[in-house]
Nanobody, 123 residues
Framework: QVLLVESGGGLVQAGGSLRLSCAAS????????MGWFRQAPGKEREFVAG????????YYTDSVKGRFTISRDNAKNTLYLQVNSLRPEDTAVYYC????????????????WGQGTQVTVSS
């Protein structure tokens, strides 16, 4: 059984930082491209960041470039998202996802999803 478990979310003031983690089990983590997505109330789930199998390539949506950093530790089967300079518009449930192929920005392309972790940014 594949499990992706996110953690690290919380309530933070604008300008603050968090480090989100995603612990993976039940799959060969080093064979999966990984992504972070988010979904705000009343909005569709959107791509935030992606990372290649070996971590050598990373990808970001424009609104988070320079503020968020995606990384992975294949020895620990864990994906991370460092989120800095948070803004109220970053408020959402953040999900990690795994894809047994090259990274993608499309929700439909991912094979496995976590349950999400809430990030709330107050102004």
């Amino acid at each position: 059984q594949v499990l992706l478990v996110e953690s690290g979310g919380g309530l933070v003031q604008a300008g603050g930082s968090l480090r989100l983690s995603c612990a993976a089990s039940g799959l060969t983590f080093s064979s999966y491209a990984m992504g972070w997505f988010r979904q705000a109330p009343g909005k569709e789930r959107e791509f935030v960041a992606g990372i290649s199998i070996d971590g050598g390539s990373t990808y970001y949506t424009d609104s988070v470039k320079g503020r968020f950093t995606i990384s992975r530790d294949n020895a620990k089967n864990t994906l991370y998202l460092q989120v800095n300079s948070l803004r109220p518009e970053d408020t959402a449930v953040y999900y990690c996802a795994a894809r047994n192929a090259w990274y993608s920005r499309q929700v439909r392309d991912y094979n496995y999803w976590g349950q999400g972790t809430q990030v709330t940014v107050s102004s």
